[in-house]
């Protein structure tokens, strides 16, 4: 999850969160948001000074759930992300017996994805 990897970050090189902002060009309270889980970067050039920063890939900065979250804001607005983390963190809980492969899994979650999206588009109409 990218709150609990950019807090590491910062941790191990003996940041505090207002030295982070500073050095990233970024708001306290946007690095307390990212930090509580509460928003994620919202513009590649965010991420790109993040992970040139802490001298990491992207890829390792972000976990597949953060995508469907942001994916859901940029769609829906930042309620629809929350309502995703929510889903995504129920459904995590269901997986947890681990008797899907991960094959499995990701056809779920794509479907429920989906099948969201299908929601969300006939409510509004």
């Known amino acids: 999850m990218f709150s609990k990897r ?5 941790k191990m090189n003996g940041m505090t969160q207002k030295e982070l902002a500073e050095e990233l060009g970024l708001t306290l ?3 307390q948001n990212y930090e509580l889980g509460a928003s994620l970067p919202r513009s590649k050039a965010t991420v ?3 992970s040139e920063f802490f001298d990491v890939p992207v ?4 976990e597949a ?3 469907y979250v942001l994916e859901a804001e940029k769609k829906s607005g930042k309620e629809a992300g929350s309502e995703m983390r929510v889903l995504l963190s129920d459904m995590s ?6 008797k899907l492969t991960d094959e499995d899994k990701d056809m779920v979650m794509k479907t429920i994805n989906d099948l ?5 588009t006939r409510r509004r109409c």
Do not use: P, Q
Not at 59 to 62: I, R, T
Not at 93 to 98: D, K, N
Not at 116 to 120: A, F, L, S
């Open 48 to 50: 790109a000074r993040i």
């Open 116 to 120: 969201y999206w299908e929601k969300g």
């Open 29 to 31: 309270r946007t690095i």
């Open 6 to 10: 950019l807090k590491y970050l910062r």
């Open 65 to 67: 759930d953060d995508f």
């Open 93 to 98: 809980a269901l997986f947890a017996g681990g």
């Open 59 to 62: 890829s390792s900065l972000f």
